[in-house]
């Protein structure tokens, strides 16, 4: 006999399966018990968002291959999607996208800050998501722009953090910089 | 190809690999492996070791995939190999995380090692150089005499990643393929992502004269006995008719090294179809003028550059080029579903598995396994190793009619065959060797 007779199926893999069949057995439960006690206030829903930033966070994490940077711009994303939820859950007032999304910007600056200086020989693996982050801190003005919020100091705050954040690493690290955007959009 | 930094270095896919992560899947490896069967239990700790001594050789495969924005590339990888047990189905979709981000796996059981390597990292020829390098080093750690006897010269390599495709295409050659679909093998698939595996165990001197019978080399033979097999045991066994059949069409890679000058370590290969119509089927012999006929018209250094030219040109395309990676993902899977319908089945023979002297006697043969996928449920895949053609099926079919067809066909030819399988199925010795020589007068 060459080949094994049991095969094992991955521990991981069993764990995603129990993982996701849980949020999804969990997202019922909790719509059918909302539906029958209190059907006119929709708190299942805001529940089954946090579920799903959870269950993406972690099949994220689970990844290895990503670097830190990548999570940090992926929780970007999933927190203000998640935040504008519930903002337009409880009687949309635009606190997401004037408050928090600032404030969600500032913080990953400060965290991407950190990580440039404890491991600034990398810094090429984080000059992508940095970038992406000084994107999504200029994508503000277009909601000022349309007039969907009011221009404040926290916006503006967060994207004079985010280009000066990232031009300072920019003329830190240039070489890897360039080196970095090279091998990201070779064609 | 590869660009230097300061930390490390990175180099493109190259023309073929590139397509590879874009349609892979979970039912789509796109894996291949090689085995070797020694006449001794493997010891892991040494294997390991093996592995990492292999690596220091063979830097092009310590590498690990990266995304980019418009295509995939490969970055060095730091970590170490890792070395398992043997635990799962063959070449099922290597998983970066239990493989530390390599390319490829190294498995044992018992007596057996195992490879398997994702297409994007090399082909059939790159893959069997890394191959035997690790079973060398594995044997001189683990005998130390044959280092002293055998003289294994650690010659300088001299492969390379260069994109031979790039460097061997020609802008004007152009294919002028009818491109008709092909016949889909018909039958209920195995459950639970299995996969069915069955090596013949062929006797070459007994294969030699049955290929001399009909003048044909043993990948041209094996093919019309493949053809053979699938018509009487899956076309008519599934249809009632044969009456505008699609044809049976067996996809043939071929290394180009053999046509171009190239000492690549990356992919470099290309395929010819040979497409047998339902009225060719009628008799083992008219099969095999037909399969003679189509290599002599297909397998030209003319024809090669005309299919890998081709392929090039759409690798080379601007537009496609500059489509973002995920949107090029869900194209490219759309669009590889639809022209995997113009294959039934691929045959891949490595040809001879040399190893030198002394080695030999701790071995005792070579395996060589292509993965099954959603269209092409079998695949077939042989190497020969000293007196032994191994031709492999893997199938994720639930019944093994083909592979029993096969067998009595080359028993009923006198052609000694022995069978190892991995006993997902009932084995396909025994049974109607009878009808099969009936079936051939």
């Given at each position: 006999m060459i080949y094994p007779k049991k095969i094992s199926s991955k521990k991981i893999d069993t764990f995603i399966k129990i993982f996701s069949l849980s949020v999804v057995v969990i997202s019922i439960i909790l719509l059918v018990i909302n539906y029958l006690t209190t059907p006119n206030i929709y708190w299942s829903h805001l529940c089954i968002c946090s579920l799903l930033y959870i269950y993406?966070?972690?099949?994220?994490?689970?990844?290895?291959?990503?670097?830190?940077?990548?999570?940090?711009?992926?929780?970007?994303?999933?927190?203000?999607v998640l935040i504008y939820f519930i903002d337009y859950q409880i009687g949309y007032t635009g606190w997401s996208i004037s408050v928090a999304l600032p404030i969600i910007i500032i913080i990953s600056n400060i965290t991407m800050f950190i990580l440039t200086i404890i491991n600034y020989k990398n810094y090429g693996k984080y000059a992508i998501n940095q970038l992406i982050i000084v994107?999504?801190?200029?994508?503000?003005?277009?909601?000022?722009?349309?007039?969907?919020?009011?221009?404040?100091?926290?916006?503006?705050?967060?994207?004079?953090?985010?280009?000066f954040n990232f031009l300072v690493s920019l003329i830190l690290c240039y070489k890897d910089f360039k080196e970095e955007i090279i091998r990201k959009t070779n064609i | 190809?590869?660009?230097?930094?300061?930390?490390?270095?990175?180099?493109?896919?190259?023309?073929?690999?590139?397509?590879?992560?874009?349609?892979?899947?979970?039912?789509y490896s796109t894996v291949f492996r090689y085995s070797v069967v020694l006449k001794e239990d493997i010891d892991k700790a040494v294997l390991e070791k093996a592995v990492e001594k292999a690596?220091?050789?063979?830097?092009?495969?310590?590498?690990?995939?990266?995304?980019?924005?418009?295509?995939?590339?490969?970055?060095?990888?730091?970590?170490?190999?890792?070395?398992?047990?043997?635990?799962?189905y063959p070449c099922k979709r290597i998983d970066p995380i239990y493989s530390n981000d390599y390319l490829f796996s190294v498995t044992y059981f018992e007596r057996k090692i195992n490879i398997e390597i994702f297409h994007s990292l090399t082909d059939g020829n790159g893959g069997l150089i890394f191959f035997r390098e690790i079973v060398y080093n594995y044997l001189e750690?683990?005998?130390?005499?044959?280092?002293?006897?055998?003289?294994?010269?650690?010659?300088?390599?001299?492969?390379?990643?260069?994109?031979?495709?790039?460097?061997?295409?020609?802008?004007?050659?152009?294919?002028?393929?009818?491109n008709k679909k092909a016949y889909i093998l018909k039958g209920k698939e195995l459950k639970f992502n299995q996969v069915s595996v069955n090596h013949l165990l062929i006797n070459n001197y007994d294969l030699k004269n049955e290929c001399t019978k009909y003048d044909m080399s043993t990948t041209q033979y094996l093919t019309s006995v493949l053809i053979w097999s699938i018509y009487n045991a899956n076309?008519?066994?599934?249809?009632?008719?044969?009456?505008?059949?699609?044809?049976?069409k067996v996809c043939i890679p071929v290394n180009l090294k053999k046509y171009f000058r190239s000492k690549t370590m990356?992919?470099?290969?290309?395929?010819?179809?040979?497409?047998?119509?339902?009225?060719?089927?009628?008799?083992?012999?008219?099969?095999?003028?037909?399969?003679?006929?189509?290599?002599?018209?297909?397998?030209?250094?003319?024809?090669?550059?005309?299919?890998?030219?081709?392929?090039?040109?759409?690798g080379k395309n601007l537009f496609i080029s500059s489509i973002p990676l995920s949107l090029k993902k869900i194209i490219i899977r759309s669009v590889y579903a639809e022209i995997q319908k113009h294959l039934s089945i691929t045959y891949s023979n490595i040809g001879k598995v040399g190893i030198i002297g002394k080695y030999q006697d701790y071995i005792d043969y070579f395996?060589?396994?292509?993965?099954?996928?959603?269209?092409?449920?079998?695949?077939?895949?042989?190497?020969?190793?000293?007196?032994?053609?191994i031709f492999t099926f893997t199938s994720i079919l639930n019944d093994n009619d083909i592979e029993r067809f096969f067998y009595n066909f080359l028993r009923s030819q006198n052609v000694k065959v022995e069978v190892e399988s991995n006993e997902i199925l009932d084995s396909i010795e025994g049974g109607e060797k009878n009808d099969i020589s009936q079936k051939n007068k």
């Open positions: 993406l966070t972690v099949r994220y994490s689970i990844n290895r291959t990503r670097n830190i940077s990548g999570f940090i711009v992926v929780q970007i994303i999933l927190l203000t994107l999504l801190s200029l994508s503000t003005i277009y909601f000022i722009h349309k007039g969907i919020i009011s221009s404040n100091t926290l916006i503006k705050t967060s994207i004079i953090i985010s280009i | 190809m590869s660009k230097k930094t300061n930390k490390n270095t990175w180099r493109k896919l190259d023309n073929s690999a590139k397509i590879f992560p874009l349609s892979e899947s979970k039912k690596l220091l050789r063979y830097k092009a495969f310590k590498v690990k995939l990266k995304r980019g924005i418009f295509w995939y590339y490969l970055e060095q990888n730091l970590k170490k190999a890792i070395v398992r047990e043997e635990s799962d750690m683990k005998h130390k005499e044959l280092l002293d006897k055998e003289e294994r010269k650690t010659r300088k390599v001299e492969f390379d990643t260069e994109d031979s495709y790039i460097a061997n295409f020609n802008k004007k050659s152009k294919k002028n393929d009818e076309i008519l066994k599934n249809t009632k008719t044969i009456k505008n059949k699609k044809p049976i990356s992919n470099f290969f290309s395929y010819i179809s040979v497409d047998a119509e339902m009225d060719t089927c009628v008799s083992f012999e008219k099969i095999t003028l037909f399969v003679k006929s189509e290599f002599e018209k297909k397998l030209t250094e003319e024809e090669m550059l005309k299919t890998m030219s081709d392929t090039v040109k759409i395996l060589f396994l292509i993965a099954p996928e959603n269209i092409e449920k079998i695949k077939c895949s042989s190497c020969t190793y000293l007196d032994k053609v």
